[in-house]
């Protein structure tokens, strides 16, 4: 089987899990000239704040006020044998004021929002480091006992404080199946109210207790739409770190003869499409495809050129 590399997920990054445990060796990377820092607020990342908008690695030997103002720096691994970290600040409501860098102005700007703009390697990394801060930021507390935790291992391993507790916390990723249904030349696809103008997109839902991701497939689909599909196939995955999801495509068939009775709860509007139509998508505020940075768009696009 041929590997898909999707967006967020094709980063080259040597994360060096065994170096978290050797403290002094992640200490000595916050002085080290040869280190890189990208910094992340609230779920934003630092960008140069040029007409050249791209991801701002502070070299370490300019972080050090840097890591003054933040909260904690995780070990994301190496790049090209560079360290690299992510320094995490407060979560302020208001925009962070940063000390100078003796570089160049940066600017706070939402990864999701700017992805098209920057290479697959740099897009991965500050996704990864967006996911973790947004661990650290919801697991400050032990879920066991309720007292605080304390970040270790470089930050992939939260440590409960409590004296007869000590728990191991470890970063959580909540798996969602993402599946794209068909009947010969037409595919399903459906709206959610809250989704931007004209909006819509393959069917998905999150994985429940005692199930396979195959039977969760065929649930999601039953519930949204009403409709029983088969032939599930896996096609891919990718990491969807906003906040913390791994989304794991499949393709299914089903019937478009089927009625569609819709969960209003979840779906506002689902329809079969057909091939042309979708090929000739206005991708306006009146019908659009999803965005180009999902899995959900791939799905959509490789069956297009199915034929």
């Known amino acids: 089987m041929t590997t898909k590399l999707h967006i967020y997920a094709s980063s080259k990054l040597d994360r060096a899990a065994h170096l978290r445990v050797h403290p002094d060796t992640l200490q000595s990377y916050r002085n080290s000239p040869d280190s890189l820092v990208t910094i992340v607020w609230r779920h934003m990342g630092l960008f140069t704040a040029s007409d050249?908008?791209?991801?701002y690695f502070i070299p370490a030997s300019h972080a050090r006020e840097i890591f003054d103002l933040a909260e904690e720096v995780v070990f994301l691994g190496l790049r090209d044998n560079r360290p690299v970290l992510a320094a995490m600040l407060p979560h302020s409501e208001s925009t962070p004021e940063l000390p100078p860098l003796d570089l160049a102005e940066g600017t706070f700007l939402d990864l999701r929002d700017h992805w098209s703009l920057l290479n697959k390697e740099d897009a991965a990394i500050m996704a990864y480091a967006r996911g973790l801060n947004h661990w650290h930021k919801?697991?400050?507390f032990c879920g066991h006992c309720g007292n605080p935790t304390r970040s270790t291992e470089g930050g992939h391993v939260l440590e409960c404080t409590g004296s007869n507790c000590g728990k191991l916390h470890y970063p959580r990723t909540d798996p969602a199946v993402i599946m794209r249904v068909t009947d010969g030349d037409w595919c399903l696809l459906a709206r959610n109210a809250g989704w931007r103008a004209g909006g819509h997109s393959v069917l998905a839902g999150f994985?429940?207790?005692?199930?396979?991701?195959?039977?969760?497939?065929?649930?999601?689909?039953?519930e949204e739409v009403g409709i029983t599909v088969t032939n599930v196939r896996y096609h891919s995955s990718q990491p969807w770190p906003f906040p913390a999801s791994l989304m794991v495509g499949f393709t299914a068939e089903g019937s478009r003869h089927d009625p569609l009775v819709l969960d209003s709860?979840?779906?506002?509007?689902?329809?079969?499409?057909?091939?042309?139509?979708?090929?000739?998508?206005?991708?306006?505020?009146t019908f659009n495809l999803p965005r180009k940075d999902s899995i959900s768009r791939v799905l959509v696009d490789d069956w297009l050129k199915e034929r």
């Open 52 to 55: 050249d908008i791209n991801p």
């Open 138 to 140: 919801h697991h400050r």
């Open 207 to 222: 994985l429940e207790i005692g199930e396979s991701l195959e039977q969760t497939v065929i649930r999601e689909v039953k």
């Open 265 to 285: 709860n979840e779906i506002e509007s689902a329809k079969w499409f057909h091939r042309d139509e979708l090929i000739a998508s206005p991708e306006d505020e």
